[in-house]
């Protein structure tokens, strides 16, 4: 009896262990046509460009940009620097811009998200109807829309309006003042000079309008995200609650909250991933978001297959550090055992 | 995202293609297949944009033409690839297309390093400035702090930046991709100058304007942009075959060869007529093409002052350094012979 369950133990394990080496067999198979596979093309590409007279390479990194670019985050560049130092000024104002768009889109989306669950009929109605249009209007249209209100609908900046003093709004976008010293207290105003505001800080009409379309148009997904996830705690759960004495808002906040938020997060992450892919429409409204200048860069160099390939690496960079965050998180704040 | 996925899709063909570098015979391709694929700009008035019956116009689809009638003997064998300044090389290095005719910048980058062949200049043109005449600006020189509206990867945005640089003039570019969009924010005052070809500023003030006298053209002209056709590396006979259609077309005007008045010329004594309807010489031969190909092209394409009125002169455009040499100007074709 023994001796025969140990032999088919011993069967199942040299089974199990063809299966095993197959599967590796097979992995390993499909692994190596995949290199052969990238290493045709790549070959393939790079004898056709030289065929064609086309230096590749990533030399031209090292050479002078000689373009300017309209808005720059941190840095401070100009057409004298390297396309290397102009690609960076696009990666960090995609940077900001998404990082911003993420913010904005999650406290908006939280918010939009519990007006939809309220019992009030007129929020609920309103909250819905803003997650319907917006989910269902094309993303670059609705830039171009923001775009067009600002730039169309604010005067020149000789006749700008002023809400409150020393804040400038006009169809340059909206210049405001600055803190240049906090002791003794000093502000930077701007002042009108020329064609334009010079001094103190100002938002330009191309980052305001993605900042704003890009923030709408994510709340409306990361609303329902919030939605789902409330909706998606057991009744039992709040009936529990009650049960136990705790008024509603006890209920919301110590029952529900904290089942739901763990459930919010993994869809979450490809919102967040969305969000800064989707940033790379600026282009359509001019803003100087990475691939904007790495489309002229590839235009000035004729370095397509470079230009793309950096492109590619860096979304794919931000992208991988994005979702490593959130599993991170993820695993942090999860159920004990409940984490997949 | 579209506009990355064609950009793809054209990175995809020299990825992927085998036979790109080596499409020596072009014309053997383009006999077989019945038509030239020409690759145009997606829309620029008196260049190339399509008419209300969808049909090409411009001097740079007359180009295309020429070479379908030098060809085919019908000038109306071409299909059109509109490309935007971004597309435009991958599409002829990758084979996408077989003439590049979309006022393309002939410059040593582009000649030496794309993998292009330029066959000519069709059209000598230069970059400047549209203001709002309301700025009551003269001149470049009082440009200083300015926003300027310049569509990206063209040879405009490195001309602005040196002009400026070396002016030390201070400005603010807005980059905007599609023409359509950067004349929005233009006229809408986003910005207080837009900068490109003079022939595209007034190609744009012609043809978008809300009133065209309030926007005035500034004196400077910063650069020289050569505009011409291009073929691809490694085909020398396809490389003649487009240069030679483009030069009968200039050689025609120099000679008073027109569309109009050709089959009676077609009679003359004059050996250098003769030369051109092919009545006399191997030019076809040694083309590849029909004896009578040049006549072919300016029988249904015109010859260049033909294409020139037809196109731009009703936009305002000036024939100015586009004349003849022999009249002042910079067209010279060398001579069929």
């Known amino acids: 009896m023994l001796l025969q369950s140990g032999r088919a133990a011993k069967n199942k394990l040299a089974s199990l262990n063809r299966t095993r080496t197959s599967a590796i067999l097979v992995q390993g198979l499909a692994a190596a046509l995949l290199v052969l596979a990238s290493w045709y093309f790549v070959a393939n590409a790079a004898r056709n460009l030289l065929a064609l007279g086309v230096s590749g390479g990533f030399g031209f990194l090292t050479r002078e940009a000689g373009f300017e670019i309209g808005e720059t985050t941190l840095l401070s560049y100009s057409a004298a620097d390297t396309y290397w130092k102009a690609l960076v000024v696009g990666l960090l104002n995609t940077l900001r811009v998404a990082a911003l768009a993420m913010l904005f889109s999650t406290l908006a989306g939280a918010l939009v998200g519990s007006a939809r669950l309220s019992r009030n009929w007129l929020l609920g109605h309103v909250a819905a109807l803003y997650v319907e249009v917006i989910r269902n209007v094309p993303l670059v249209v609705q830039l171009f829309f923001w775009y067009a209100v600002i730039t169309e609908s604010l005067p020149a900046p000789a006749n700008s309006l002023s809400p409150i003093q020393g804040v400038f709004l006009s169809n340059r976008g909206m210049a405001f003042p600055v803190l240049v010293s906090l002791l003794p207290f000093e502000l930077e105003y701007p002042r009108f000079s020329g064609f334009n505001f010079a001094g103190g800080g100002s938002l330009s009409p191309e980052f305001t309008a993605l900042l704003l379309g890009l923030s709408l148009y994510t709340a409306a997904f990361i609303a329902e995200i919030f939605r789902a996830g409330f909706l998606s705690v057991d009744r039992g759960q709040s009936e529990a609650g009650y049960s136990l004495g705790l008024s509603q808002r006890q209920v919301k906040r110590f029952i529900i909250a904290p089942q739901a938020l763990r459930l919010i997060v993994p869809p979450m992450t490809s919102q967040f991933l969305n969000c800064t892919k989707n940033s790379s429409l600026a282009v359509a409204i001019g803003f100087p978001d990475l691939v904007s200048i790495a489309n002229t860069t590839i235009n000035q160099t004729g370095q397509a297959i470079e230009g793309f390939l950096i492109i590619m690496a860096v979304y794919l960079t931000i992208s991988l550090a994005i979702s490593g965050f959130m599993n991170w998180y993820n695993r942090r704040f999860a159920l004990r055992g409940a984490a997949a | ?337």
């Open chain 2, 1 to 337: 995202m579209l506009r990355t996925i064609r950009g793809l899709g054209a990175l995809a063909l020299v990825v992927f293609s085998a036979t790109t570098a080596r499409a020596q015979a072009t014309a053997g391709t383009v006999v077989k297949k019945g038509f030239v694929q020409c690759g145009v700009n997606t829309g620029l008035a008196g260049f190339s944009q399509p008419d209300s019956q969808g049909e090409w116009r411009g001097i740079d689809v007359d180009v295309c033409r020429a070479v379908a009638a030098a060809l085919f003997a019908d000038a109306r064998k071409v299909r059109y690839t509109p490309l935007n300044a971004q597309q435009r090389f991958t599409a002829l290095q990758s084979g996408e297309i077989d003439v590049l005719s979309r006022n393309t910048s002939w410059t040593i980058a582009r000649d030496a390093g794309l993998g292009l062949n330029f066959v000519g200049i069709n059209y000598y043109d230069g970059q400047g400035f549209m203001v709002t005449k309301k700025r009551n600006v003269k001149s470049a020189a009082q440009l200083n702090g300015a926003t300027v509206c310049v569509q990206p990867g063209t040879t405009t945005e490195l001309n602005l930046a040196d002009y400026f640089r070396s002016k030390n003039i201070k400005f603010k570019p807005v980059v905007i991709e599609k023409l359509e969009e950067v004349l929005n924010a233009y006229f809408a005052g986003r910005c207080d100058v837009y900068t490109t070809d003079v022939s595209g500023l007034i190609a744009a003030r012609a043809s978008r304007a809300a009133n065209a006298a309030d926007h005035a053209i500034l004196p400077e002209v910063i650069s020289k942009e050569p505009l011409g056709p291009a073929v691809r590396h490694g085909d020398d006979h396809w490389f003649d075959l487009v240069k030679w259609s483009l030069f009968a077309m200039i050689d025609a005007e120099e000679l008073g060869l027109s569309s109009k008045n050709i089959d009676q010329q077609e009679k003359s004594p004059n050996p250098v007529v003769q030369r051109f309807a092919g009545a006399s010489g191997e030019f076809g031969k040694m083309l590849g093409v029909d004896k009578r190909w040049a006549y072919n092209i300016i029988r249904q394409v015109g010859n260049y002052g033909e294409s020139f009125e037809r196109n731009l002169i009703p936009l305002g455009v000036t024939r100015g350094v586009n004349r003849l040499w022999n009249q002042g100007g910079l067209m010279y074709a060398p001579p069929l012979r």
